[in-house]
């Protein structure tokens, strides 16, 4: 049964939300931007009209997500006073009272997320390190790893091109994760050099061995980003798709490869920037995705340039060896832990299930980072 100072640090953090999101100042605000959606001309300019649609409902999120934390916490204030009562049972209340902390910690956590990228989709690219076969099982182990997480947080996964490994595992991978919210802002936490030390299924002699895989994350933009790509720097190949054997095998070239000449504003560099997409086959549409990941890619680089704090993460800064992971997952310890962070579990199951959300938690509240405004 909880105590009256836990229902007290109940109400005191709903408070304390209402404060730190300016409920009042954001439900005026949404009230002036709905009455904009309601103008006879609104949809004559459809691109605005979807980016105002898009800010209406981003505060009204905020508005809902605060409404359910209060619910909740005044439901928990009345199971508490009716116990006394006799009229509900310490069980119900402690289940009143989880719902509320959990709530509450949602929300704390997305106000974490104040960054314009945060709510974004995300393209989330994972390569296989040095080591064969024991690293392109690692990097599979992964991608099921982000799966498994994006599945369970409402989220589509769509995989525009995978490698596969020589004997098992992947080479690499590239998903776009869309449909729910804060994708970016919650998998930036990921961006790095994941280690795997286990007894290999692969090695004869039972050894136990250590494997490396890097994971990337950037932002997935849409057509409300502007984002230039200069064609005189843009050059397309076209291959034929791999299939699995007989009708299934692509007969026609609809895999695209698209090259890009990137030059480094600040230092002048030049750097090819390599995509292929295969999602489809529909050369055109494969044409397309590869661009919105090009462009994805170019903003992630300006972003970046803008968020120092991000920048020691930019594709390609880290080799893919020991020093610069920033988790080490160690099956026969039964430990996960966050370099960054020292957050680690036992659970190495659920991890791998894709039960990362401690971790992330735990990243954004050690790397909060502050509004550009």
């Not at 692509?250 to 997409?277: A, F, H, M």
């Not at 494969?286 to 991000?310: F, T």
């Amino acid at each position: 049964m909880i105590t009256a100072e836990q229902l007290k640090d109940v109400q005191r953090r709903v408070d304390e939300l209402h404060r730190y999101l300016d409920i009042d100042r954001k439900q005026i605000e949404f009230e002036e931007e709905d009455l904009r959606t309601q103008a006879p001309d609104f949809w004559e300019d459809p691109k605005r009209a979807r980016e105002q649609m898009k800010k209406v409902k981003d505060i009204q999120r905020w508005l809902d997500g605060y409404k359910e934390v209060r619910v909740l916490a005044d439901e928990l204030q009345l199971a508490f006073d009716f116990y006394h009562d006799e009229m509900v049972t310490e069980e119900e209340v402690d289940e009143d009272y989880s719902k509320a902390i959990t709530a509450i910690e949602n929300l704390e956590l997305k106000n974490m997320l104040r960054q314009k990228e945060d709510p974004m989709d995300c393209v989330l690219k994972i390569n296989s390190g040095a080591g064969g076969t024991e690293s392109q099982d690692w990097a599979s182990m992964l991608m099921r790893m982000y799966m498994r997480w994006a599945e369970a947080h409402g989220h589509k996964v769509s995989i525009s091109n995978l490698q596969d490994g020589d004997e098992a595992g992947i080479k690499s991978v590239t998903m776009e994760i869309e449909g729910g919210e804060y994708a970016y802002g919650y998998l930036k936490s990921e961006n790095g050099v994941h280690r795997l030390v286990r007894v290999s299924p692969f090695n004869a002699q039972g050894k136990r061995m250590t494997s490396f895989a890097s994971v990337f994350v950037s932002p997935l933009v849409d057509d409300t980003i502007e984002v230039y790509v200069d064609p005189a720097k843009l050059s397309w190949d076209t291959f034929r798709s791999s299939g699995a054997g007989g009708q299934n095998v692509n007969k026609v070239e609809s895999g695209v490869r698209l090259r890009y000449w990137y030059t480094d504003p600040d230092t002048g560099e030049e750097e090819e920037i390599l995509i292929e997409n295969t999602e489809t086959r529909d050369q055109p549409k494969n044409k397309e995705k590869a661009l919105l990941l090009l462009k994805s890619q170019l903003y992630d680089r300006a972003m970046k340039k803008r968020l120092e704090a991000q920048a020691k993460i930019e594709a390609g800064k880290k080799k893919i060896e020991w020093g610069s992971q920033i988790r080490s997952y160690v099956f026969d310890d039964r430990r996960v832990k966050d370099h960054r962070t020292n957050y680690q579990t036992s659970d190495v199951d659920g991890v791998m299930d894709g039960k990362i959300d401690g971790f992330i938690k735990a990243y954004l509240m050690e790397f909060p980072v502050n509004d550009e405004e």
